[in-house]
T-cell receptor, first 118, second 114 residues
């Protein structure tokens, strides 16, 4: 089944304790991205990646890191989490708009990860 | 900078009626895509409809259709024959072709009244 898998689904942690949210896709998509969803703010893009070793900042990258060492994986790293990073996080992937699969740039989302930082 | 505005935080519609959700965006780009995604209470994000900016024809998917006005930078979603399963948060999204940066609106919560 074509899917985006992110883990953990739920996590409660404390301020300053490094954590990683993993994201993996099995569709050979070039494009992967991370979003946070907060009430009244919609989804905001944190980072995105057009391909292996290529990453770009979205609108809210502060406090986050990402890496794209393999095409299928795109982990989100919070080096020193703070309470304002408490949020619902989504990973998503798709074909790149500029690829020969131009018409296939619809995002496939993971199920979401609820993160609470105390 | 690109922005996406959904001016209706919440809407209600009677079952079987028609409802239109509004979305406006701001961009200086000519090549982009627009999307409507639905988020039901399960939190799963689901594509509703997709529009390519270079196509003048409005996209349709069964009961869902859009009114794409490129000059006005407007991209509204019309849901016909509303069903209880349409109750969800709806997000409008803009995707820039040059670098695939994506911007979402803040969402419209749609209630379906039986």
């Amino acid at each position: 089944e074509a899917q985006v898998t992110q883990n953990p689904r739920y996590l409660i942690t404390v301020t300053g304790k490094k954590l990683t949210v993993t994201c993996s896709q099995n569709m050979n998509h070039e494009y992967m991205s991370w979003y946070r969803q907060d009430p009244g703010l919609g989804l905001r893009q944190i980072y995105y990646s057009m391909n292996v070793e290529v990453t770009d900042k979205g609108d809210v990258p502060e406090g986050y890191k990402v890496s794209r060492k393999e095409k299928r994986n795109f982990p989100l790293i919070l080096e020193s989490p703070s309470p304002n990073q408490t949020s619902l996080y989504f990973c998503a992937s798709s074909r790149a708009s500029g690829s020969r699969f131009r018409g296939a740039n619809v995002l496939t989302f993971g199920a979401g990860s609820r993160l609470t930082v105390l | 900078a690109q922005t996406v505005t959904q001016s209706q935080p919440e809407m209600s519609v009677q079952e079987a009626e028609t409802v239109t959700l509004s979305c406006t965006y701001d961009t200086s780009e000519s090549d982009y895509y627009l999307f409507w995604y639905k988020q039901p209470p399960s939190r799963q994000m689901i594509l509703v409809i997709r529009q390519e900016a270079y196509k003048q024809q409005n996209a349709t998917e069964n009961r869902f259709s859009v009114n794409f006005q490129k000059a006005a930078k407007s991209f509204s979603l019309k849901i016909s024959d509303s069903q209880l399963g349409d109750a969800a948060m709806y997000f409008c999204a803009y995707r820039r072709s040059a670098d695939d940066k994506i911007i979402f609106g803040k969402g419209t919560r749609l209630h379906i009244l039986p």
